[in-house]
């Protein structure tokens, strides 16, 4: 399975926990620039949650977690700008999941992310 691959089956098991805890996904990958996508937009209540989807076949080489560097969290928060001043949202919050997939497929999820 190539990163693109696993990438989107990430995605999409992370959009069906989002959907089986009350989120309604708004958007997917959500270009803003090359150096800018945001993996999911959903509504959790009346917040905007802005959530990237970080997937490891394993955690031998780091868990998901580890893959969000200052640099990717400060390209989210570019074009999670861009995506407010577009729809002038106020309630807002970044989540980050992560997934492994092997010994099982185990889901993390950490809600208001800051780095």
């Known amino acids: ?29 959500k270009q803003y620039s090359h150096f800018c996508e945001i993996d999911i937009i959903a509504k959790y209540k009346n917040t905007t949650v802005f959530v990237e989807v ?14 969000i560097t200052k640099t990717k969290y400060d390209n989210i928060k570019r074009g999670i700008h861009f995506y407010l001043s577009e729809h002038k949202i106020k309630e807002y919050r970044i989540d980050v999941i992560g997934i492994t997939l092997k010994p099982e497929i185990k889901i993390e999820h950490l809600k208001n992310a800051y780095l």
């Open 1 to 29: 399975m190539n990163n693109r691959k696993l990438g989107n089956a990430g995605e999409d098991l992370a959009c069906r926990y989002l959907e089986k805890n009350g989120y309604e996904i708004l958007e997917r990958n």
């Open 54 to 67: 970080k997937t490891r076949k394993t955690n031998n080489f780091g868990t998901p977690f580890d893959a």
